[in-house]
C-alpha cells in the first residue's frame, strides 16, 4: 500500500504498533489491526455516533479520525472503561437501568457520556441530551439511557 | 423468588457495556475475503453484456460474479420472484448486479467500478399509479407465473390482491348518521438498525457452509440461501453473531446469498458488509400506502360500518408485501366492534427498492388513516374521543373481522390507563407558550402476537444446571434475557443456572423468527411446554429415588424434588440428573414444539380473497396520548409528554416491556414527524443519515410514561403476549389527533413535517 508505515499509538494505556496510510482511520485501525471491535462502523461519515473514542479527553468519531495523526494522544475505547473486570459506575447504570437494547450503539454512547462526566460530574438530563445528540439509538427511544446517565452521575458524585 | 415479572438487567448486558459483544462486523476468520457489490444505476433495463476483465485482473481479486454465473432458483416470502443477482434484467436503481470478493474490502470496491456492464434502458414504472395504467411496462413479464404460497388474483404489475368482507357494507351507510371518507398518505420509512445488514459466509472442507449474519431468523436466512442456491437445506448451517437492531429489514434475505455465492466460488470465508447508503439502498423498506377510508357511525357514536380501500407500492419484489398488505387490511377495523367492515388491496410491482416487514407490519400506515377518522367523527358529534372508543372496544368474548377470537379486555383497561395517566380532562385547560399551540391528542390499535411455529428444548447437566434452546434470535428487544426467566421460573430455579444456547440451524429447534412480536408468546409457550416435560422425568426419577409415588411430589425452589408435606424428604436436580446420566434412564431432555393453529377465517361469517395467513391470532390492545405543541411561526410539532398503555398480558420483564415501548413510540414520531425516503425519479435521494432523519435525545419527549396493563392471555406463558410492535402503531395519528386539536387542521398525509403543517394553518386560518 502506498505511504504505508508503522506509528505506535497509545490505546486503552499502551503503546501499540499498527500500520497506517496517510488515509487510514482510527477505526479501521482499531478493528481490523488490534481486534478492539467495540467501536462499530454504523454510517462511516461522521453522523451515527458509533464509532466514538475518547482521544485525551474528547470524545471524537473514531471514522473520521485518521490514525497517523494521532500518535502521542491517549485514546481510549469502550474496552478501555472495564478495567481489572471491574465496570465502571456507568457501565452498570446502563446494563441495571434498561439502557442496553441491541448494544450496537452502546459503545459510543458510553464513550460521549464518559467524557462529559468528567467534565460534568453531575449533569441535568438537558445537559445529558445535548452531550448525546451525537450518538444515535433506534432501539431505545433514549429516555432510558438519559436516565441511566443522570443516575450514574448521581451514584459517582455519593462515592 | 420469582424469576418471572422481575426487572432482571439483561443477561447480555454485560458483554455489550464492555464491549466485548460481537456482531456480524466484528467477526473474522483466517484468510477471509472481502464481498463488495455492484448496483444497477438503471431503475429498469436489459442486461445487454458483462465484461468483467478489468476487476478480475486487479491484483487482490479473487472472484467476480455476475447472475448468469449464480445457479439456483428464485426466492421470496410469498411470491419466488427473486434472484439473488439481478438475471436478465435490473428492476431497480440499487440492485445488485454483480458482486466481487477481494483479499481486502477497498480492492473488493475498486474491483466492481472497473466491471463494464452493459445495459439496454428499459422504461421505468415508478409509482402503482404508473403500473396500474393500460399499457405499462412490466416489472416481471413471467408476473403470474412465478410461485405463491397462496392463491391471489395477479398478473400485469399486479401483485398481489386481498379481499375482506363482513356484515353489509352497502346497506349498512344509510343507518349512519355521520359519515368520513378521506384519503390518506403515508410514507417510506427506513428501519435504521444502526448495524448495517452484512454476512459471513465460510466453507468447510466438505462444501458445507456456515453462515454468520446480522438477522431475525436463522432459520428464514437458511431457508432463502437455499432457494437462492439451489442447495438441500442440509448443506447449509446458520448461526447468529449479536444482531445490532432489527425491524423487519433483517427478517428475509439481504447479503447473505450473494455472499455464500462467493464463498462457494472461492472456496474461503467472505464476509460482506454494507455501507449505510448500500443498507439504504438494497435492503428494503416501509410501504408507502396510499387510502381512501370511509367510516360511518350513528349519533350515539356506535361504529356502524367502515370500508378501506388500500393501493400499495411492491417495489421491484414481493418479499414480505402479500403479508404486509393482508395483515394491515385485516387489521383495518381496529380494535371496535363494527359489524360492517370492507377492506380491499392491491398491491402493484413497481421499479424501485422492494418494500417489506417493517415493525407494524402494514398497521401504523392503516392506523393513521382509521384513528384520524375516529377523531373526526367524535369531534363531529361532540363526543369525547376517549369515550368514543370505549363505547365501541372490543371485550373478551368478541372476536376480531373473520372471527379469530379475543380473549381479554386489556383494550378498555388501556384506555382507562391513558385517559387517567393523562390528565386528559384537562386538555381544554393545557396553557401554550406565546406563539404556539398545545393539545393532547389520542389513538388506539391492536396488534397480534400468535404465528407460525416454534420450539424448545430444555436439557439438564450433571450437576443440575440448565441448557435452553430455543432457536429464537435477540434483535435487542430482550428474549434472551426473557426466555430464560420463563425457563428459570417454571423449574424454580435462579436465572443464573440456565445457560442459552445460541440460535443455530444445525442444534437449535425451529423459530419461524423474531418478527410479529411472537417471540415471548410463542417461544414462550413452547420453554414452558419443554419445562413440563423436563419436570415430569425429574420427578419420574424423583419418586423412584424417594420410593413414592410421582403425585406425592412437589418442585421446590433452588432446583430441588420433595415429598409435598415431608420436607426433609427431598433430592437436588443434581442428584437426579447423575443418576440420569450414569445409572438409569439416560440424560434428561425436555422438547416441546407448537404452530398456532386457530384459523382467522370463519367462511361462513366473512368473505375473504388473496389471505396470506390462514392462522393467526392472540390479540394485545394499545392507547396513547400524545402533549402536542406546534410553532405558529415555523409550524414545528413537538411532542411535549406522551402516555402509552399497552396491554401485554404479563410482563415477564417489566423493564424491557418499557424499553420496547419507548422505543417503539419514538421510532413512531419518527415515522409521524420527520422520516421520509426520497426519490428523485429513479433514484433515492438521501441514502445517509446526513440527509435521512431520525430521533436524536433533542427529538423525544423528556417523559415517555409506559402504561403496563395485565390482562393475562389465557394460553401465553404466565399470561404473556407480545410487545414489539404494538408501541408504534398508534403515535403517528395521536400526533395528528393532537395538531387537529391545537390548529382545527387535519394533515392527512405524513410525516406531519413543519412546511406541511404550516402551509395547512397558512391555508385555513379560521379553520372551524
Not at chain 2, 478480475?56 to 467476480?64: N, R, S
Not at chain 2, 410482563?651 to 415515522?671: C, D, K, R, T
Request: aromatic share 6%; proline share 5%; hydrophobic share 40%.
Amino acid at each position: 500500500m502506498n505511504g504505508e508505515q508503522i506509528v505506535t499509538l497509545a490505546v486503552n494505556g499502551r503503546q501499540r504498533s499498527v500500520r497506517t496510510t496517510p488515509m487510514t482511520t482510527l477505526l479501521t485501525v482499531l478493528r481490523d489491526q488490534l481486534f478492539l471491535t467495540g467501536a462499530k462502523r454504523g454510517c462511516n461519515q461522521g453522523v451515527c455516533g458509533a464509532c466514538t473514542i475518547l482521544v485525551d479527553d474528547q470524545p471524537v468519531r473514531g471514522c473520521l479520525s485518521l490514525a497517523i495523526n494521532l500518535v502521542g494522544r491517549a485514546i481510549t475505547t469502550v474496552e478501555g472503561l472495564t478495567q481489572q473486570g471491574e465496570f465502571k459506575p456507568i457501565q452498570q447504570a446502563f446494563q441495571e437501568g434498561g439502557a442496553v437494547q441491541c448494544g450496537f450503539c452502546t459503545s459510543g454512547v458510553l464513550i460521549s457520556t464518559w467524557a462529559l462526566l468528567r467534565q460534568n460530574p453531575r449533569p441535568s438530563a438537558d445537559q445529558v441530551r445535548l452531550a448525546l445528540s451525537g450518538n444515535l439509538c433506534r432501539c431505545s427511544g433514549y429516555i432510558k439511557i438519559i436516565e441511566a446517565v443522570c443516575r450514574a452521575g448521581e451514584r459517582s458524585r455519593h462515592e | 423468588m420469582n424469576e418471572v415479572g422481575r426487572n432482571l438487567s439483561r443477561l447480555d448486558g454485560g458483554e455489550k457495556v464492555s464491549g466485548r459483544a460481537a456482531y456480524v462486523a466484528d467477526l473474522y476468520r483466517p484468510g477471509m475475503l472481502h464481498g463488495a457489490i455492484l448496483k444497477s444505476p438503471h431503475a429498469h433495463a436489459r442486461i445487454v453484456s458483462y465484461d468483467t476483465s478489468a476487476a478480475l485482473q486487479l491484483p487482490g481479486v479473487a472472484c467476480v460474479l455476475t447472475g448468469e454465473d449464480v445457479s439456483g432458483g428464485k426466492f421470496g416470502p410469498f411470491i419466488k420472484d427473486e434472484h439473488v443477482l439481478a438475471k436478465g434484467k435490473v428492476r431497480f436503481a440499487g440492485e445488485a448486479v454483480c458482486i466481487v470478493a477481494a483479499e481486502d474490502e477497498e480492492t473488493a470496491r475498486r474491483a466492481t467500478q472497473l466491471i463494464d456492464v452493459t445495459y439496454d434502458e428499459l422504461p421505468a414504472v415508478l409509482s402503482p399509479k404508473e403500473a396500474m395504467a393500460e399499457g405499462a411496462p412490466l416489472v416481471h413479464e413471467d408476473n403470474a407465473a412465478n410461485f405463491r404460497v397462496f392463491e391471489t388474483k395477479c398478473g400485469g404489475n399486479l401483485a398481489w390482491e386481498c379481499y375482506f368482507s363482513e356484515g353489509d357494507v352497502d346497506s349498512a351507510w344509510a343507518t349512519c348518521d355521520v359519515i368520513v371518507e378521506n384519503e390518506f398518505e403515508t410514507q417510506a420509512q427506513a428501519h435504521v438498525a444502526i448495524e448495517p445488514c452484512g454476512a459471513l459466509v465460510e466453507v468447510d472442507a466438505h462444501g458445507r457452509l456456515s453462515i454468520w449474519s446480522a438477522n431475525q431468523s436463522v432459520f428464514r436466512v437458511q431457508a432463502n440461501v437455499c432457494d437462492a442456491l439451489g442447495l438441500p437445506m442440509s448443506r447449509i448451517r446458520c448461526v447468529t453473531p449479536r444482531v445490532g437492531g432489527g425491524f423487519g429489514n433483517k427478517m428475509e434475505m439481504h447479503v447473505q446469498g450473494m455472499t455464500a455465492a462467493l464463498a462457494l466460488a472461492t472456496g474461503r470465508a467472505v464476509k460482506m458488509v454494507l455501507t449505510r447508503e448500500e443498507d439504504f439502498e438494497l435492503v428494503r423498506l416501509r410501504h408507502p400506502y396510499k387510502m381512501r377510508v370511509r367510516t360511518g357511525a350513528r349519533g350515539d357514536g356506535m361504529l356502524i360500518a367502515r370500508e378501506v380501500e388500500a393501493i400499495i407500492d411492491c417495489g421491484a419484489y414481493g418479499d414480505d408485501s402479500p403479508g404486509v398488505m393482508g395483515f394491515s387490511l385485516w387489521m383495518a377495523r381496529g380494535p371496535y366492534r363494527i359489524a360492517n367492515f370492507r377492506s380491499l388491496g392491491r398491491l402493484y410491482y413497481t421499479n424501485k427498492l422492494r418494500f417489506g416487514a417493517f415493525r407494524g407490519f402494514g398497521n401504523p400506515q392503516v392506523t393513521f388513516a382509521t384513528e384520524t377518522q375516529l377523531d373526526e367523527i367524535a369531534a363531529r358529534l361532540g363526543i369525547d374521543p376517549f369515550d368514543l372508543r370505549e363505547r365501541n372496544a372490543v371485550r373478551a368474548g368478541d372476536t376480531w373481522v373473520g372471527g379469530a377470537p379475543i380473549h381479554s379486555d386489556g383494550f378498555v383497561k388501556c384506555l382507562n390507563s391513558a385517559r387517567r395517566a393523562s390528565h386528559w380532562e384537562r386538555r381544554h385547560q393545557l396553557v401554550a407558550a406565546p406563539s404556539r399551540r398545545r393539545a393532547l391528542g389520542m389513538a388506539c390499535t391492536a396488534h397480534i402476537c400468535g404465528l407460525l411455529a416454534t420450539g424448545a428444548i430444555v436439557r439438564l447437566l450433571e450437576d443440575g444446571t440448565v441448557v435452553l434452546n430455543t432457536g429464537a434470535v435477540d434483535i435487542g428487544q430482550g428474549s434472551d434475557t426473557v426466555l430464560p426467566q420463563i425457563c428459570a421460573d417454571a423449574l424454580r430455579i435462579p436465572v443464573e443456572r440456565v445457560a442459552l444456547a445460541s440460535p443455530d440451524t444445525d442444534g437449535s429447534p425451529f423459530n419461524w423468527g423474531t418478527t410479529a412480536s411472537r417471540v415471548t408468546y410463542m417461544a414462550g409457550r413452547a420453554v414452558l411446554g419443554a419445562a413440563d416435560a423436563v419436570i415430569n422425568k425429574i420427578k419420574e426419577h424423583a419418586a423412584e429415588m424417594l420410593e413414592c409415588g410421582v403425585s406425592d411430589l412437589e418442585l421446590r425452589e433452588g432446583g430441588r424434588v420433595g415429598i409435598v408435606g415431608v420436607p426433609q424428604k427431598e433430592v437436588s436436580f443434581q442428584d437426579v440428573s447423575l443418576r440420569a446420566h450414569w445409572a438409569v434412564g439416560g440424560p434428561i431432555i425436555g422438547a416441546d414444539s407448537l404452530i398456532y393453529n386457530k384459523p382467522t377465517i370463519d367462511p361462513k361469517r366473512t368473505v375473504v380473497s388473496g389471505l396470506p395467513f390462514p392462522q393467526i391470532g392472540v390479540f394485545s390492545f394499545n392507547a396513547v396520548v400524545c402533549d402536542v405543541e406546534i410553532d405558529e411561526a415555523t409550524g414545528k410539532a413537538t411532542v411535549l409528554e406522551a402516555w402509552s398503555a399497552c396491554d401485554i398480558g404479563k410482563a415477564i420483564n417489566p423493564m424491557s416491556v418499557e424499553g420496547q415501548i419507548q422505543g417503539g413510540f419514538v421510532q413512531g414520531l419518527g415515522f409521524a414527524l420527520f422520516e421520509e425516503m426520497v426519490w428523485d425519479g429513479p433514484r433515492i435521494v438521501n441514502p445517509s443519515l446526513m440527509d435521512y432523519k431520525i430521533a436524536t435525545t433533542l427529538d423525544v419527549p423528556d417523559r415517555i410514561h409506559p402504561l403496563l396493563i395485565e390482562d393475562p392471555e389465557p394460553d401465553g406463558p404466565f399470561g404473556a403476549k407480545g410487545i414489539g410492535e404494538i408501541p408504534i402503531c398508534s403515535v403517528a395519528p395521536a400526533i395528528a389527533n393532537g395538531i387537529a386539536a391545537a390548529t382545527s387542521v387535519r394533515l392527512r398525509k405524513l410525516p406531519l413535517t413543519p412546511e406541511r403543517i404550516l402551509t395547512a394553518i397558512l391555508e385555513h386560518p379560521t379553520a372551524e
